[in-house]
Each structure stands twice: as C-alpha cells, then as structure tokens.
C-alpha cells in the first residue's frame, strides 16, 4: 500500500483522473459480464434441439413453455415471439421474430463500445500525464536552481513514467475485456440469426403442411 501512496503522490494529479475512467471501466466489465455470461446467454445447440422436436410433434405450448423457463435468456426471447403466432401467417411470424431481435440485439451490445473508449481515455490520459511530466523535467534543467535541478528532474520522469504505466494498467484490460466480450456478443447473436432462421422455416413448414389445428398456442 505504501509503494501504491507513493506512486500516486509523485506521479501527480493525472494518477488521480485516470481513476475516473478506470472505475468506469471495471463497473461496466463486471456489469457485461453478468449480462452476457449469466443472464442472456444460453446453450443455444440443446435448447434448439428441444425445441424443433417439440415443434415438429406439433406440440407449440410445451415449446413456448420451455421458452418460458428461461425468460431473461436472449435466444428463447425470439424463439417465443415465433412460436406464440405459429397459428398467424407466415408474413406474421417473420415480424414478430424480427421485431424481437431488433430490442434484444442493442441489450446485448449495450456498453460495449463504451468500454473501447475508457481504454483510449485511460491510454490518452497517461500520455498527456507524460508530456507533462516532460515538460516539468526540461523546464527544471533550463530555469531550476543547479542544485535543485536533480530534484525537478525526478519529480517530471517520475509523472511522466507513473502516468504511462497506470494508464496502460488500466487501458489494456479494458482492450482486452472489449475484445472477449464482444465475442461473446457476437456469437449470441450470430445463435439468434441462426436459430431464429430455422424456428422460421420449420413454422412455415408446418403451416403449409395444415398441422396448425392439432395444437394451440399462447
């Protein structure tokens, strides 16, 4: 702890905004993580498995019952909002799982891009506290005192070094937290698109099949 007080005293005022960005960072980490990993992922391949079973025995309330069961998930969200106009038109069922897509996609993505920008903040911020750094050591050697002179020039190297190094501390996990997480988002979605193109073609199927009487749906 004294070797983290003494960073901060002498690499001066910018230790102290970076940490604005750097507490911004880490809530939206902890936040995207949560969401992506616990609240709208789901095991896209066996959920889809039990729900085309279910569909092509003609059974569309079991389907929108396990849909149900996991109602925060992304994927049975869309696959819902199919099955519960599997009775409609074919022109119906393709709006009403395009429409779903089109609220859940942005929640997926939320903040994401705001995480790229705490690390190029974070990363500017410590080269700005660089320059300034710089900039007190030059001028130490042109105006300070001769026997002052080693004493100003610590002091700048000292901001400049501790301003770079805790901005790049800060900035790379945020990259590299930007770039998993993103991943991430970008299979879910790719699972939607995927999964919702399937429900949408097995549903049509049934239609004009006229199996649409057999079971009904809520």
Same mark, same amino acid.
């Given at each position: ?82 099955? /519960? ?14 429409? /779903? ?82 991943? /991430? ?26 199996? /649409? ?6």
């Amino acid at each position: 702890m004294q070797e983290i007080a003494k960073a901060f005293s002498d690499g001066g005022i910018f230790m102290y905004v970076i940490i604005l960005p750097s507490v911004a960072g880490l809530a939206i980490m902890i936040e995207r993580i949560v969401a992506l990993y616990f609240k709208y992922n789901i095991n896209a391949h066996a959920f889809m498995a039990q729900i085309q079973k279910l569909v092509m025995a003609n059974n569309i309330d079991r389907a929108i019952k396990l849909c149900n069961a996991a109602p925060n998930r992304a994927l049975p969200m869309v696959i819902k909002a199919g099955l /519960t106009r599997a009775n409609k038109d074919e022109v119906e069922i393709s709006n009403a799982i395009e429409e /779903t897509i089109l609220e859940i996609a942005p929640k997926i993505q939320k903040r994401l891009v705001q995480l790229q920008g705490v690390a190029n903040v974070s990363a500017l911020l410590g080269l700005l506290g660089t320059i300034v750094g710089l900039i007190q050591a030059f001028s130490a050697l042109e105006n300070a005192a001769p026997d002052q002179r080693s004493a100003y020039l610590a002091r700048g190297i000292s901001v400049a070094m501790y301003t770079t190094a805790f901005g790049l501390i800060v900035a790379v996990p945020c990259i590299s937290a930007h770039l998993f997480l993103s991943a /991430t988002s970008k299979k879910i979605i790719e699972d939607i698109d995927l999964y919702s193109v399937k429900l949408e073609n097995l549903l049509i199927a049934r239609l004009r099949s006229g199996q /649409t009487g057999l079971g009904p749906t809520r």
